[in-house]
């Protein structure tokens, strides 16, 4: 790895291990009871104000990453990493203009898009972690099992994909309940 990507690298990964450990925090609020009171329901309530803008960075710092793994990084996306990114980018347009327009549906859209892409990035990590294809590998590029770096013993490109699609779909969850609560 050169200078350059080793320096983005290394706090993308450490931003990755963060992001996990929210992602968790942040499912159990969304999930539990807790959301229903006191510091639980302050969280949910503001992330449920927030989830839009929230949900849009995540999706354009995922963007921005993976344009810059692959066009100034030199890391050539495997079929997988494809297809991710057909279920991550059409979320940064959709959540921009659900931004302007306070869209009251744009969970459900966001919700199908990220368990799509959720579903894909597990089955990439499952894959460059050692576990057996379903297939024979279709790619005509690199492949899906592929590690371009691993760091914190299991940060990887998917791995910091499937953090982005965790965090979208924890994300919107809180969008839908604070939906459900305001409208009724």
């Not at 959720?118 to 894959?127: D, E, G, Q, S, T």
């Not at 024979?136 to 691993?150: I, N, W």
Request: one cysteine or more.
């Amino acid at each position: 790895m050169t200078p350059l990507v080793q320096s983005v690298t290394g706090p993308l990964s450490f931003i990755t291990v963060l992001a996990d450990i929210a992602c968790v925090i942040l499912l159990f609020i969304v999930i539990s009871p807790v959301k229903e009171q006191g510091t639980g329901k302050r969280i949910a309530d503001w992330f449920g104000r927030h989830s839009i803008w929230l949900a849009f960075t995540v999706c354009a710092a995922s963007l921005a990453g993976s344009i810059f793994y692959s066009g100034i990084a030199g890391f050539p996306p495997c079929e997988l990493c494809w297809w991710q990114r057909i279920f991550l980018y059409p979320q940064a347009i959709l959540l921009a203009i659900a931004y302007f327009t306070d869209d009251e549906h744009i969970h459900k859209y966001s919700i199908a898009l990220s368990s799509f892409g959720f579903v894909i990035a597990v089955y990439n990590v499952w894959l460059q972690f050692g576990g057996s294809s379903i297939g024979p590998c279709p790619a005509t590029g690199p492949s899906c099992a592929l590690r371009y770096f691993l760091d914190f013993g299991y940060i990887t490109l998917p791995t910091m994909s499937l953090t982005a699609f965790g965090l979208l779909l924890v994300i919107m969850l809180f969008r839908r309940h604070h939906k459900k609560n305001v409208i009724g």
